[in-house]
Nanobody, 126 residues
Framework: QVQLVESGGGLVQAGGSLRLACAAS????????MAWFRQAPGKEREFVAA????????YYADSVKGRFTVSRDNAKNTLYLQMNSLKPEDTAVYYC???????????????????WGQGTQVTVSS
């Protein structure tokens, strides 16, 4: 059984930074693409960023490109999201997710991810 546990959320002022982490239990973390999604109140869950199983290629939503950086440490079974220049519209619950297929190229659609964390709240004040 795979478990994903996010941490690092909190309250920050606009322009500030936060670093989220997602710790994965179980083996085979290193052969699955991983992604971050977020969901704001009253809105649908949306793609934020993704990274290939080896960490060599990353993908970002246009809204976070240039401000957020996704990375992973396969030796520690951990996924990260460095968030800089935060804006009030970044306020949401952030989730990490694991691709449903080994060695797959990450995609933006949430139905291609089969394991999800419980989420961590990020609040950006203006």
């Amino acid at each position: 059984q795979v478990q994903l546990v996010e941490s690092g959320g909190g309250l920050v002022q606009a322009g500030g930074s936060l670093r989220l982490a997602c710790a994965a239990s179980g083996r085979a973390f290193s052969i699955y693409a991983m992604a971050w999604f977020r969901q704001a109140p009253g809105k649908e869950r949306e793609f934020v960023a993704a990274i290939t199983w080896g960490g060599g290629v990353t993908y970002y939503a246009d809204s976070v490109k240039g401000r957020f950086t996704v990375s992973r440490d396969n030796a520690k079974n951990t996924l990260y999201l460095q968030m800089n220049s935060l804006k009030p519209e970044d306020t949401a619950v952030y989730y990490c997710a694991r691709s449903d297929r080994m060695y797959a190229v990450p995609v933006t659609a949430s139905w291609h991810y089969d394991y999800w964390g419980q989420g961590t709240q990020v609040t950006v004040s203006s």
